[in-house]
């Protein structure tokens, strides 16, 4: 389990952008939250190791446009990795065992379900970016609620994680992630568990790790298109296996 290379080597874009939504709390976690109270459709997101980047934060008010309430907790307390940190194996390793690993989130992906079942919310899926898609995947194994997950540029994910899903996964991967680990553990989704037919795996060969959070530059046309393809993407999934 290991962040792909790029993950180490290469710095979030400079973003602005005015949010729509607002900030709040989850438990004791500072907390964005997009879209309309009251949905029943929910999405607990967990962010990449840059935090809460004016691109994620884009990205939950475009969600929380098309129907979804939103929660994004501050799983990292403001606390984020540097690059430095991650190129360092001694601090990277710090980083997996403690701050990053899932027990220490795992606590607030329960109060963000809880918080979203409270608010309204029949369903309630999980996106996660980079780190964040790991959680995902030890959330969709671990815990019962949430109705499927979208990773994006997913990292530090291993094929046995895989296979301890109990609710549908999609996996969109940029050029630089490990496409035969995915390919594979998602053949054997589709082959052996019940959902396994809205198991869906899509790779952006044309783009680089982070282009769809804190490292994609969307003042790049491209980019942004990418970015917009992969949103697209994740809305048509959570479609399929939420009602609305």
């Not at 979804?68 to 501050?74: A, E, I, N």
């Not at 030890?138 to 997913?154: D, N, Q, S, T, W």
């Not at 969109?172 to 809205?198: H, N, V, W, Y």
Request: hydrophobic share 40%; charged share 20%.
């Amino acid at each position: 389990m290991s962040f792909p290379s790029a993950c180490c080597n290469t710095p979030p874009v400079v973003a602005n952008y005015t949010t729509t939504g607002e900030y709040g709390k989850l438990g004791d976690l500072d907390c964005y939250f997009a879209g309309t109270k009251g949905s029943k459709r929910g999405l607990l997101i967990s962010y990449d190791i840059f935090g809460l980047h004016p691109n994620v934060l884009q990205l939950c008010d475009i969600l929380g446009s098309l129907g979804f309430y939103v929660v994004l907790p501050d799983l990292l307390r403001g606390t984020l990795p540097t690059l430095a940190d991650l190129a360092n194996p001694e601090k990277r390793r710090d980083f997996i065992q403690n701050a990053g690993s899932w027990d220490a989130s795992k606590p607030a992906f329960i109060e963000g379900l809880k918080c979203l079942r409270n608010s309204g919310a029949t369903s309630v899926g999980l996106i996660g970016f980079c780190w964040g898609a790991m959680l995902v995947v030890r959330a969709l194994g671990e815990l019962e609620g949430f109705v499927g997950g979208a990773m994006i540029h997913p990292s530090m994910i291993t094929s046995e994680d895989l296979t301890k899903v109990g609710a549908p996964l999609m996996a969109l991967l940029s050029k630089d992630e490990d496409k035969e680990m995915f390919k594979k553990g998602f053949e054997g989704l589709k082959a052996e568990k019940s959902f396994g037919a809205q198991c869906h795996l899509e790779s952006f060969e044309d783009m680089t790790h982070g282009f769809c959070a804190a490292r994609g530059d969307w003042a790049d046309p491209v980019v942004s298109k990418r970015a917009s393809d992969a949103i697209k993407l994740q809305v048509a999934f959570f479609n399929d296996i939420m009602p609305k």
